[in-house]
């Protein structure tokens, strides 16, 4: 069967640093997208790794590890608005079809 | 940047009522949409994949008679839920994506199904 497998919640202080990680299990693997989710609104787009190693956008990074089938969230200076659910997502091999997360909600405190 | 606009925002109607929402891409051509459902505080869930001009491909577990999904240009594709009943009460998402198997899915707001 095809899983991913990502923390359910995680807390911290504003201006501190969280790494939510991701593990997948599928079927096939085209890359790893992160999508960000406030309540009652539609995901956002974060960041995508097709290829191993870090990628960095603002306060965000995101890193794969294709061998691991591992891949992380960095969010580093938290706000109060970084609280939200956080979903890893991988696409499928043909890049036609993402399969999500159950999401990790990310709880930033003063 | 890609917008993904999704209309209504908000449907709340009678058992047996037959709903359509549309998902349009304003900005980019959409090779690819797909539509998840979404319960609270659950992940999203595929309900299927449509490439423009082709039948959409359902995920198992899905009624494709339940759930008529058109996508007939590459700026537009459509949800029917036919005789809507209280248990399709839900949360319903587009996304759409442009060629290319490693383009971003651009997300639209989402409309909220409420079947009294």
């Known amino acids: 069967g095809q899983s991913l497998e990502q923390p359910s919640e995680v807390t911290a202080v504003e201006g501190a640093i969280v790494q939510i990680n991701c593990t997948y299990q599928t079927s096939g693997f085209y890359g790893l997208s992160w999508y960000q989710q406030h309540d009652g609104g539609a995901p956002t787009f974060l960041s995508y790794n097709a290829l191993d190693g870090l990628e960095e956008t603002g306060r965000f990074s995101s890193f794969l590890s294709r061998s691991d089938s591992y891949g992380y969230l960095l969010l580093q200076e938290l706000q109060m608005k970084d609280s939200a659910s956080y979903f890893c997502a991988v696409r499928d091999t043909g890049g036609f079809k993402t399969i999500f997360g159950a999401g990790t909600r990310l709880f930033v405190k003063a | ?116």
């Open chain 2, 1 to 116: 940047g890609a917008v993904v606009s999704q209309h209504p925002s908000w449907v709340i109607c009678k058992s047996g009522t037959s709903v359509k929402i549309e998902c349009r891409s304003l900005d980019f051509q959409a090779t690819t949409m797909f539509w998840y459902r979404q319960f609270p505080k659950q992940s999203l869930m595929l309900m299927a994949t449509s490439n423009e001009g082709s039948k959409a491909t359902y995920e198992q577990g899905v009624e494709k008679d339940k759930f008529l999904i058109n996508h007939a240009s590459l700026t537009l594709s459509t949800l029917t839920v036919t005789s809507a009943h209280p248990e399709d009460s839900s949360f319903y998402i587009c996304s759409a994506q442009s060629r290319g198997a490693h383009q971003p899915q651009h997300f639209g707001d989402g409309t909220r199904l409420s079947i009294l």
